[in-house]
């Protein structure tokens, strides 16, 4: 079957009606990825700009719907601006909140209270305490992993910490700063902040390119951690095999660059690559696969405007050769916050589906990605109306979703 509808280079308008002619004849999508039928893409509002996606399906692909019954529930409403969720071994959750605490959060919707001994944070605009990740041998050593903005003397940055769980759960244990994402900068912007394990052992961490003019074109210097995603050993250490280890003009944990603010870590299941979503500009959030030393353009090339409505670049260029297309792009935007792939069994059509907490878009997006190309999107939850900041699967097949506004939501099979 073919990919995606032949409008998508067209007015959004044309598409509009194209999509429709198309799901009145109803096909099977992602050729036994899913049970998921072809409706009209799900995002119908006006595109900040004319520019032209780099290839079909790269914007505004087909909508699918999931078939198979779920529902959700609030599990509670108590938490307060949690950033990140680590599913326990017991299926309890290990939920930061962005001022600075930590709790577990039992099934029943229980808070504990705030988990002792992490460092100060520095909570303003968009710090605080952010993602967090369980060792692989948690079960045996419980030692965690987090990103905060750290305080420093000329400012912030974004920092790597880990300790033990102790075993009354009381505490963090020995917990001691293992990364820093220098320079330091007076600011309270764009700190990326998600950490995830890669295959081999090593912590994958976002930083962000801390939003202002003067520090946006650090994504693009080796010797600056702003605006990349880095690859460090459990101690802080660049970790071996990085593509710049080698390289005097770079610093050796760097394993991506050209980042504006990436939220999102995930690793396919099945073809072991990392994926990131990041906040772009006005009409620019991107979803991209990321390879090793790589440069995935921000701010030479980008989708999108300055918040302010200015171009950006002059002239602005959205493709540039050796510079890395997102796999699919947003316009208008959702925020991309967390990110997580579906692996259970519990709802069958969703295995290998990608899911995204969007923040502006109040919803759940649902990405049916096939040969690494996004074949289907979905909406989820998005009555609610509520800012998605985190998603996680649960060990009972359930999705776990953490909101602004500070919700849980468990989703799960009816
Ligand atoms: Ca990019």
Redesign the pocket.
């Known amino acids: 079957m073919k990919k995606t509808f032949p409008a998508l280079l067209l007015s959004s308008a044309t598409l509009l009606v194209a999509a429709c002619n198309n799901s009145a004849a109803t096909k099977n999508a992602a050729d036994g990825a899913s049970a998921d039928s072809i409706y009209p893409a799900v995002e119908k509002n006006k595109a900040n700009t004319e520019y032209k996606p780099a290839f079909e399906g790269q914007t505004r692909i087909a909508g699918v719907k999931t078939t198979t019954p779920y529902e959700s529930k609030v599990v509670t409403d108590k938490l307060k601006s949690p950033w990140g969720i680590a599913v326990l071994p017991d299926n309890r959750l290990l939920i930061t909140e962005k001022e600075g605490d930590l709790r577990i959060v039992s099934a029943d919707g229980t808070l504990s209270e705030a988990i002792g001994g992490l460092p100060k944070v520095d909570a303003q605009g968009q710090g605080g305490l952010l993602g967090i990740t369980l060792d692989p041998d948690f079960a045996t050593n419980r030692m965690v992993y987090f990103v905060f903005s750290e305080p420093a003397a000329g400012g912030n940055h974004t920092a790597v910490g880990k300790g033990r769980l102790a075993d009354d759960e009381k505490s963090i244990e020995a917990a001691k700063v293992i990364y820093q994402a220098l320079p330091t900068y007076d600011g309270k912007l764009h700190y990326g902040g998600r950490i995830i394990f890669d295959k081999a052992g090593n912590l994958l961490v976002s930083t962000g390119e801390r939003s202002d003019l003067e520090t946006r074109p650090q994504s693009q210097d080796l010797k600056s951690a702003l605006g990349k995603i880095v690859r460090i050993t459990k101690d802080g250490k660049p970790a071996e095999g990085n593509p710049f280890a080698s390289d005097a003009n770079a610093r050796p944990e760097v394993y991506s660059y050209?980042?504006?603010n990436v939220q999102g870590l995930a690793l396919h299941p099945e073809t072991g690559d990392l994926w990131e979503t990041?906040f772009?500009p006005r009409g620019g959030d991107?979803l991209?696969r990321v390879e090793a030393g790589k440069n995935?353009?921000?701010p030479i090339?980008?989708y999108g405007l300055e918040y302010s409505g200015k171009e950006i670049g002059n002239p602005p260029i959205q493709q540039q050769e050796g510079l890395?297309q997102?796999v699919y792009y947003w316009d208008p935007v959702l925020s991309p916050s967390g990110l997580m792939f579906y692996t259970a069994d519990a709802i069958p059509e969703w295995k290998n589906s990608l899911f995204i907490g969007g923040l502006s878009s109040t919803h759940i997006a649902r990405i049916v990605i096939k040969d690494n190309k996004v074949v289907g999107e979905e909406r989820l939850l998005d009555r609610e109306g509520q800012r998605f900041r985190d998603v996680a699967q649960g060990k009972d097949g359930e999705i776990f979703a953490i909101t602004d506004a500070g919700r849980l939501y468990s989703i799960h099979k009816k």
């Open positions: 050209g980042h504006r990041e772009g991107e991209n995935y353009g921000w090339i980008t890395e997102p």
